[in-house]
């Protein structure tokens, strides 16, 4: 019952960004440096993952129902087809949707674009024992915010430190964080969209302001790197996903929530109640009755 | 790909609560009058299930992002033990989590009391798109506040036609209501409260109130039953799901929530773009280069 998933190298210490070293044209997008080398091998390891994760995360919802304040936010980013989506389903699909909090975060409307760019967030942070996921977040206030010129320069220049302050204020209130920038390369980006085109069912996922976007690539890129290496604090890390290839994205992303899942060791709450007494009232005095 | 479920007696026929005819206590709570009749038969028909269940919910997902208004919504209630939890895992886990929202209403807040009963509910209806599920619901407001006089009866008894109103509003606006009774005995829910405080790892889940709500038993059985009658409507109607059988229930449900996707038909948008001209852009002039 308490079966651990084997022992591989820290996925935590293998992606975490270092701000004082990190490259980003340096990551290889489709790189497999720890872990399984193949789909299947992958495939297995997520299974043993998804069970071990599903024992995590009962306990650290058993924890927030007896008071407990703490929570997971997983926080995804990344260019269109990186496969924010396909994480979700993969990845938080492993787990009890029942302590599962996703927000996705769309072009913002007119009615919050009228807040703060923080305010549309703190109300879907995940309340106590849940894991959250974010699909975009705050970051995009200073991605497509810089990129496109939304904003002034000295605005989105400011957010930095903004964000840094809010991340540590979540971390302070029992919020583990975990960012993974899933990243994938322009070639790649291509074969996804021509995919997503050439399916009827995938239709769907593809707006034409995507072109624009991927013309932009390189200044994206210039804006996330700045974003991995301002804000990746110990409060709130920052991982760079290699996400070329689908299967080993869904294995990093799944082992950097368990890694974040084990390391709160959650704990089942000590009954406020005597279990004997109860019992006792059940079987001989049975309100029922 | 477009493999069908097998065919079965329509479970929405066999489990509807007819108001001119329902009979709770003529409805046995182990009982299986239709579908599977063991554990293995419900794991593979729920097997089936998920499958059909996770393409129409893609086509709904897509058919939102395309601008449609159309959503689901599961509400769930039951007796302590009935399985609202043990529902969500199974059922709802079937899902892609991106499409699934899960809203639980625990005893309202002080700031939640200070509003409308209807108050909190509206803020979890699902967006379009997207399978909402309710673990307990607006109707906590004419069984907890009925049994326990927590309002004047005449607040209670006015709520049945507002609870009315209210669906009939959010049925109008696209939301398809499913709303599932977990109907158990009291000797199955004696057995479960042992079992949940026998075992150290289930004791989180029980709270000493819940035998007051026990020795109400047959009173909170005369709530329901008065919900049920007075609020199976057209527009949103009950269903009465034997839930003794934990494999049965979640069967059940499964069954409703897919036979309500079924007559959505949800269909994949159309393109509001050229996908050829999308794609000559791509191969031709792609705006990376």
Redesign the interface.
């Known amino acids: 019952m308490a079966e651990k998933s084997p022992r591989v190298q820290s996925v935590s210490d293998a992606f975490r960004v270092d701000p004082e070293s990190f490259d980003l044209a340096g990551v290889d997008p489709a790189a497999t440096p720890v872990g399984p080398r193949s789909k299947a091998a992958a495939a297995r390891d997520l299974a043993v993952v998804g069970e071990e994760l599903d024992r995590l995360q009962?306990a650290l919802y058993?924890e927030g129902?007896?008071g407990g304040t703490r929570r997971v936010l997983l926080v995804l980013q990344g260019m269109d087809t990186s496969g924010k989506?396909g994480t979700?389903?993969h990845v938080?699909?492993l787990v009890?949707?029942?302590g599962?909090?996703?927000a996705?975060f769309k072009k913002p409307t007119r009615a919050e674009l009228r807040h703060d760019f923080l305010w549309r967030i703190r109300r879907q942070v995940p309340p106590p024992g849940h894991i959250g996921?974010f699909?975009r977040s705050h970051y995009e206030d200073v991605l497509v915010a810089r990129v496109d010129n939304l904003v002034p320069a000295t605005e989105w220049q400011r957010r930095y430190r903004r964000i840094n302050a809010f991340e540590r204020e979540l971390a302070d209130e029992g919020v583990t964080i975990v960012k993974c920038f899933l990243h994938i390369s322009?070639e790649r980006q291509?074969d996804r969209?021509?995919a997503r085109?050439?399916d009827?069912?995938k239709?769907?996922?593809?707006?034409?302001a995507d072109?624009?976007a991927?013309?932009k690539?390189s200044r994206y890129q210039v804006a996330y790197r700045d974003a991995l290496v301002k804000c990746s604090t110990p409060a709130a890390p920052w991982f760079a996903v290699p996400s070329d290839r689908k299967w080993y994205r869904n294995w990093v992303v799944a082992r950097l929530l368990l890694e974040a899942l084990r390391g709160l060791a959650p704990a089942?709450?000590q009954?406020s109640?005597d279990?004997a007494v109860?019992?006792a009232?059940?079987?001989d005095a049975?309100?029922?009755r």
């Open positions: 009962e058993a129902v007896g989506g979700i389903r938080a699909g009890n949707p029942q599962l909090r996703i996705s996921v699909d322009p291509r969209l021509i085109l050439e009827p069912l239709r769907w996922k593809y707006n034409p072109l624009g991927r013309g690539f089942y709450p009954p109640y279990p109860e019992l009232r059940l079987r049975d309100p029922l």
